[in-house]
């Protein structure tokens, strides 16, 4: 990005950048995640299925005050990372795009976890009995089911990455065209007095968010119809 290009075009490149990528790893990681919590017995399902959920209903400022301890580099992820020579990952996007995995985590797996466990099993059996291996009747019947699961994740997962402040900001910092987010920037034109501008970025953040949510309900009633 031009370090000559106005600030918001900057925040806007690093917040589609963080919200696209994230949302990419968190369907390949949480496919999987949401299938074992729709259908294992293990007595581990409430503890991991806690787990996943606590970004929730924790405050995202203590997420991110641990991730900034683990990332520092004397903790457990900045050893680690620095041992494997990639340096501290504190206020670096990489770190911030590890902070919206796991804060955004929630909002991918719980519609995929739904979706998967609302599969009626007659059907996996019919593709067992034609002899469907397991990835097989995964990719082939799994998942054209649960498309409208997948991009109600895929939406979630995005939309809530854009609307994300206080774990960026405690991981990744205020860094122009590296760590600054929109709702950063917008944080910094209130504290700057700069209402017009927050005007305008705040309006534009809420057209965003509620676009998304009218597409996520018209996608809902077009599946209805379809399998009506």
Do not use: C
């Amino acid at each position: 990005m031009d370090a000559a290009a106005p600030a918001w075009l900057a925040a806007s490149w690093v917040t589609l950048k963080l919200a696209g990528l994230t949302t990419l790893i968190l369907l390949v990681l949480g496919m999987p995640l949401a299938w074992w919590l729709a259908h294992t017995r293990s007595r581990w399902r409430a503890p991991v299925g806690a787990v996943v959920a606590l970004p929730m209903v924790l405050p995202p400022t203590v997420l991110g005050f641990y991730l900034l301890i683990g990332l520092a580099p004397d903790g457990p992820i900045g050893q680690l990372t620095n041992a494997l020579g990639l340096g501290t990952l504190a206020f670096t996007f990489k770190g911030l795009l590890l902070a919206s995995v796991l804060y955004s985590l929630p909002f991918v797996v719980h519609p995929l976890q739904a979706g998967f466990a609302a599969l009626p099993p007659s059907l996996l059996e019919a593709a067992a009995t034609l002899r469907a291996s397991p990835l097989d009747r995964f990719f082939s019947v799994v998942l054209p089911l649960s498309r409208p699961s997948l991009v109600t994740a895929s939406l979630l997962g995005f939309a809530h990455t854009v609307g994300e402040f206080g774990v960026v900001l405690m991981v990744g910092g205020n860094i122009e065209g590296e760590t600054r987010v929109l709702s950063v920037l917008l944080y910094d034109q209130v504290e700057g007095m700069a209402y017009a501008d927050a005007h305008l970025l705040a309006a534009g953040l809420l057209g965003f968010s509620f676009a998304l949510l009218l597409l996520m309900q018209w996608l809902g009633r077009r599946t209805v119809v379809a399998h009506g």
